[in-house]
């Protein structure tokens, strides 16, 4: 019992590279008990990235005004943005960068049943390379695990946001006008691929925000398991 409960508190232990690697030499392979316990402590962690910094990006503005996360234009589209200031449409692209970012405020809501379901599926072997990864490991992980099914959950997701508030007609008229803008070149980009894959981007790095917090600042473990468990690399 005693080891077992050694075991499931092992999960990013000790800081250096040869402890981790004696401690995972020593795991017996094949084991329910040891396995169902590294899951769960790694379930803890994730978790709560998942729940306190991935929510943060469903809400209004959860995007828009984090500059971590904040989707800005693509390059072939920053002289769309920078011409039309310039002939006094600010406002106008000031609506079609927010409503870029508004579309992947509601694609994010998606993400949470995909991560729960990768999540449970952690296995042994993943357990051991997240132990003796980085402080952003199980958020790779995750990124391994997740990014093609949430882009194929995103991508309509968005391009029914970009309809419903308009964004498509927006953008369509901001590239309207500046490709009528005398000596400059026509631009043409796929906002929904470039606004999907921005946003995943942006889930990523929130839930890695988290999981280097836990691992650093002793502030950050709010549950008995992530204390009990991080106090040993301490």
């Given at each position: 019992m005693l080891r077992f409960l050694f075991l499931s508190l092992i999960v990013f232990q000790l800081s250096s590279c040869a402890q981790?690697?004696?401690?995972?030499?020593?795991?017996?392979?094949?084991?329910?008990?040891?396995t169902i316990n590294i899951a769960a402590g790694l379930r803890e962690a994730l978790t709560l990235g998942i729940d306190k910094q991935v929510s943060k990006l469903t809400q209004k503005d959860g995007f828009f005004k984090n500059e971590r996360v904040k989707i800005v234009l693509p390059e072939a589209l920053t002289k769309v943005d920078k011409a039309l200031r310039t002939i006094g449409l600010?406002?106008?692209?000031?609506?079609g960068l927010k409503v870029l970012n508004r579309a992947a405020e509601d694609a994010v809501k998606e993400a949470t049943p995909v991560f729960i379901s990768a999540v449970k599926d952690i296995?042994?072997?993943?357990a051991?390379?997240?132990?003796?990864?980085?402080?952003?490991?199980?958020?790779?992980?995750?990124?391994?695990?997740?990014?093609?099914?949430l882009y194929q959950k995103f991508n309509p997701?968005?391009?029914?946001?970009?309809?419903?508030?308009?964004?498509?007609?927006?953008w369509n008229t901001l590239i309207q006008k500046y490709n009528k803008i005398?000596?400059?070149e026509s631009v043409n980009t796929d906002l929904t691929d470039y606004v999907t894959k921005e946003a995943l981007k942006g889930v990523y790095e929130m839930i890695a925000?988290?999981?280097?917090?836990i691992r650093t600042q002793l502030s950050s473990r709010t549950t008995t398991l992530l204390q009990q468990v991080f106090k040993l690399q301490d």
């Open positions: 981790l690697q004696q401690v995972v030499e020593q795991l017996p392979q094949g084991q329910q008990a040891p600010s406002d106008l692209a000031d609506e296995k042994f072997e993943d051991k390379t997240i132990l003796l990864g980085n402080n952003t490991a199980a958020t790779e992980y995750l990124t391994t695990k997740t990014e093609e099914v997701i968005i391009q029914h946001s970009f309809t419903s508030v308009g964004a498509d007609k927006i005398p000596f400059t925000i988290e999981e280097v917090q």
